[in-house]
């Protein structure tokens, strides 16, 4: 009940296209879902994180699409650049107001050729 | 822009051996996290510390494990005895306090960790 579960596990897009990689929970106590891009030996980096009180939240080229109900939260990264070529982790947390742990996704490696 | 740090980048040691991660939060933070992950899978919460004290730890955080915030800056993980298993990528994390802020957590650059 605490996992979250990311597909799919490897992801290989054209430069301008769309990457779509989505993650489930099956916690409903899970308040806040963060994304991380990580590049190979670097540590994750806070990309875009969305609360449950809203559907969909936009930054830049980076879109998370929330389905409460479906427990389901999907990244959308538009115009895909071959710098986007990193690993991404979905992650979920609980007790947002007490530095919740981070339960993350599985990762997929996103490849974007030129 | 304010940043996690952590060293040593690159920990070699033999079973047995103790290490000590060492890593330097964010100023203003007040949560401190430590995550691993071993080559390959997917970030492992160990541990979150929050008033100098642990809050929540998970099943890896075993007896072997210990951290501490000797001072006002510093954030460490000790391992007492390594095992070849705990040879995985650590990354040290902090986030702050107030309104949205208190789950975004910041990862330091991490330090892998060998066990021969």
């Known amino acids: 009940q605490q996992q979250v579960k990311q597909s799919p596990q490897s992801l290989i897009v054209q430069k301008g296209g769309i990457s779509i990689i989505n993650c489930a929970y099956e916690?409903?106590?899970?308040?806040?879902f963060p994304w991380y891009q990580q590049f190979p030996g670097k540590g994750p980096a806070l990309l875009i994180a969305?609360?449950?009180?809203?559907s969909e939240k936009k930054e830049g080229r980076f879109t998370i699409s929330f389905n409460k109900s479906a427990k389901q939260f999907s990244l959308h990264i538009m115009d895909s650049q071959p710098g986007d070529s990193a690993t991404y982790f979905c992650?979920?947390?609980?007790?947002?107001?007490?530095?919740?742990?981070?339960?993350f996704g599985q990762g997929t490696e996103l490849s974007v050729k030129p | 822009e304010p940043e996690v740090t952590q060293t040593p980048s690159h920990q070699v040691t033999q079973m047995g051996q103790e290490v000590i991660l060492r890593c330097v939060p964010i100023?203003?933070?007040?949560?401190f996290y430590w995550y691993r992950q071993i080559l390959g899978q997917k970030v492992e919460f160990l541990v979150s510390?929050?008033?100098?004290?642990?809050?929540?730890k998970s099943e890896i955080f075993d007896d072997q494990f210990s951290v501490e915030r000797p001072d006002g800056s510093n954030f460490t993980l000790k391992i007492r005895s390594t095992k070849l298993e705990d040879s995985a990528m650590y990354f040290c994390?902090?986030?702050?306090?107030?309104?949205?802020?208190?789950?975004?957590?910041?990862f330091g650059p991490g330090t892998r960790l060998t066990v021969l």
């Open positions: 994390a902090s986030s702050g306090a107030g309104a949205y802020s208190y789950n975004e957590q910041f």
């Open positions: 916690n409903t106590a899970f308040d806040y």
């Open positions: 969305i609360r449950p009180d809203v």
């Open positions: 992650a979920a947390s609980m007790r947002a107001n007490q530095g919740g742990k981070l339960i």
């Open positions: 100023s203003n933070h007040l949560y």
């Open positions: 510390f929050y008033n100098n004290e642990i809050s929540e």
